[in-house]
């Protein structure tokens, strides 16, 4: 190879990575838009049942192949979310984080790896962005309900829903409240 073509491949090298970190951070939902679509009302019965439409949003967390590690773009989109989850709006509500994976491997395996990857969801806005650790539950869902039916290996399903839930027990063995949530209930750890 000759010089000139070394560097019309180190600039087309530039040009994808460029293309790519572009793409990585389009990709990032911002706290306002994680705000209003997490700000609907939810309305529960005297017993405390929500009666209301899901009120929630998946979030395209990106985690190294095969892991719970958090790319760097992963972690770009969680300070968002954690930006909008300390927001005046929603700082009163509970949050599910569950935890999806696209159906490559075993349903054993996907169903571990979604867990394990809501838990570094939650460990990430926990220990980096100082959330309340009692307002987080990590579920995972593994390839249980694909974004994409159709296409079951496709990214997409490879993300992390956040759902709005109150904060009224969700355990009956915790007996200590923590502060009052905003529909009147308390707030206690979970498991």
């Known amino acids: 190879?000759?010089?000139?073509?070394?560097?019309?491949?180190?600039?087309?090298?530039?040009?994808?990575?460029?293309?790519?970190?572009?793409?990585?951070?389009?990709?990032?939902?911002?706290?306002?838009?994680?705000?209003?679509?997490?700000?609907?009302?939810?309305?529960?019965?005297?017993?405390?049942?929500?009666?209301?439409?899901?009120?929630?949003?998946d979030l395209q967390v990106q985690f190294a192949f095969n892991s719970a590690e958090l790319l760097p773009p992963g972690q770009r989109q969680l300070d968002e979310l954690a930006q909008a989850l300390n927001s005046k709006d929603l700082v009163g509500w509970g949050f599910t984080l569950a935890g999806h994976t696209d159906r490559v491997g075993s349903a054993d395996y996907n169903l571990k790896l979604s867990l394990e990857r809501a838990m570094a969801v939650k460990n990430y806005l926990v220990i980096n962005r100082g959330l309340n650790p009692n307002r987080l539950e990590p579920v995972g869902l593994g390839f249980s309900q694909p974004?994409?039916?159709?296409?079951?290996?496709?990214?997409?399903?490879?993300?992390?829903?956040?759902?709005?839930?109150?904060?009224?027990?969700?355990?009956?063995?915790?007996?200590?409240?923590?502060?009052p949530a905003r529909t009147g209930g308390t707030l206690v750890p979970t498991p």
């Not at 073509?5 to 994680?34: D, M, N, R, Y």
Request: glycine share 2%; net charge positive.
């Open 1 to 57: 190879m000759n010089k000139r073509h070394i560097q019309t491949f180190a600039l087309c090298a530039l040009a994808f990575w460029a293309a790519g970190l572009a793409q990585a951070q389009e990709a990032v939902v911002s706290a306002p838009k994680i705000i209003k679509s997490l700000s609907k009302d939810i309305v529960l019965d005297s017993a405390g049942a929500s009666h209301s439409p899901a009120v929630a949003i």
């Open 147 to 179: 974004a994409n039916p159709a296409d079951p290996s496709a990214a997409i399903n490879r993300r992390v829903e956040v759902r709005k839930v109150s904060l009224q027990a969700r355990s009956a063995s915790v007996a200590t409240p923590m502060a």
